[in-house]
């Protein structure tokens, strides 16, 4: 079955950092790949996303890259802010047939961001 | 895009009772979905809601334990049944767009006593 493994948090950074957030998956077919992000009691919004191989989503100053040979859409900033400051989810939404629309989580990664 | 919403927001529920969260998509789908988000942890997938047919359920999952309603294209409802404390989770609905992304409600935060 499908599978999403992300990078263990938490993940603290001073403002102005690099960040980086791994994730790898596992899958049939060709599915596509998203980044979610959930702020402080708030609920979970869509970051980026990519829907074929080596399309780079990009958002709010976020980048991934779909790589299919290492099966990976990691996470990338040039610069965080402490608005920033949030839990990212990365996922694996499946192509179709009768598993068309759901998704499959990773684990979350916690960050934080210190002025 | 779509744009969800949930209801109730948050409940605070005593063991054995039950709870049903309804959630509203702004415009017509053919599936929804609904997630548990346990505390601390990442988002699972309890079942697909259709509109028409009976839900189907990811393993784990039961429909005695969540029944499911799925009266028309923009309404689905979700029934924690005998509820105990480990039912205390954020349970969200979501619906996909035309790019297979979901658009996720704000869910609903419910504590079991």
């Known amino acids: 079955g499908n599978s999403v493994t992300q990078m263990e948090g938490p993940v603290t950074l001073s403002e102005e950092a690099f960040l980086t957030i791994n994730c790898t998956y596992t899958?049939?077919?060709?599915?596509?790949l998203f980044w979610y992000v959930q702020y402080p009691g708030e609920g979970l919004q869509l970051l980026l996303k990519a829907t074929k191989a080596d399309d780079k989503g990009s958002n709010k100053g976020f980048e991934a890259t779909y790589r299919k040979e290492t099966t990976s859409f990691h996470l990338e900033k040039g610069s965080v802010q402490v608005s920033d400051s949030a839990v990212y989810f990365c996922a694996l939404g499946d192509a179709g047939g009768t598993s068309y629309g759901k998704l499959t989580f990773g684990q979350g990664t916690i960050l934080t961001v210190h002025p | 895009s779509a744009v969800i919403s949930q209801k109730p927001s948050r409940d605070i529920c005593q063991r054995g009772t039950s709870l049903t969260i309804q959630c509203q998509v702004d415009s017509q789908v053919t599936m929804m979905f609904w997630y548990r988000q346990q505390p601390g942890q990442s988002l699972t997938l309890i079942a697909t809601a259709n509109q028409g047919s009976e839900a189907t359920y990811e393993s784990g999952f039961v429909i005695d334990k969540f029944p499911i309603s799925r009266p028309n294209l923009t309404f689905s409802t979700l029934t924690v049944s005998n509820m105990s404390p480990e039912d205390s989770s954020i349970y969200l609905c979501?619906?996909?767009?035309?790019?297979?992304?979901?658009?996720f409600g704000p869910g609903t935060r419910l504590t079991v006593l």
């Open positions: 979501s619906a996909p767009s035309a790019g297979n992304e979901q658009f």
């Open positions: 899958a049939t077919g060709y599915p596509s």
